[in-house]
């Protein structure tokens, strides 16, 4: 699987999210983060969901990230 095309995938995941989930306030910090994950095939079939949580302080915008690096990987350890 060509790495672009993973990140471009985990990307566009995060835009449908975001879409479905408006922001309340993009300034707010957050205290503890809980990440949850879930990895799908073409057809839609979950292939690995997981969670974590990490005390951290950080604006919403990189916690995104830090949760699609995380996805990614995720992915990648478990040769996905």
Same mark, same amino acid.
């Given at each position: 699987?060509?790495?672009?095309?993973?990140?471009?995938?985990?990307?566009? &995941?995060?835009?449908?999210?975001? !879409?479905?989930?408006?922001?309340?306030?993009?300034? +707010?910090?957050?205290?503890?983060?809980? $990440?949850?994950?879930?990895?799908?095939?073409?057809?839609?079939?979950?292939? &690995?969901?997981?969670?974590?949580? !990490?005390?951290?302080?950080?604006?919403?915008?990189? +916690?995104?990230?830090?949760?699609?690096? $995380?996805?990614?990987?995720?992915?990648?350890?478990?040769?996905?």
């Amino acid at each position: 699987m060509d790495p672009s095309f993973l990140a471009h995938d985990a990307m566009s &995941f995060v835009h449908e999210f975001n !879409e479905a989930n408006p922001s309340r306030n993009r300034r +707010a910090l957050v205290s503890q983060e809980v $990440w949850g994950l879930a990895l799908r095939n073409l057809n839609g079939e979950t292939l &690995f969901s997981a969670c974590k949580k !990490e005390d951290i302080s950080v604006d919403p915008l990189l +916690a995104e990230a830090l949760g699609v690096r $995380w996805a990614l990987q995720v992915a990648t350890d478990q040769g996905l």
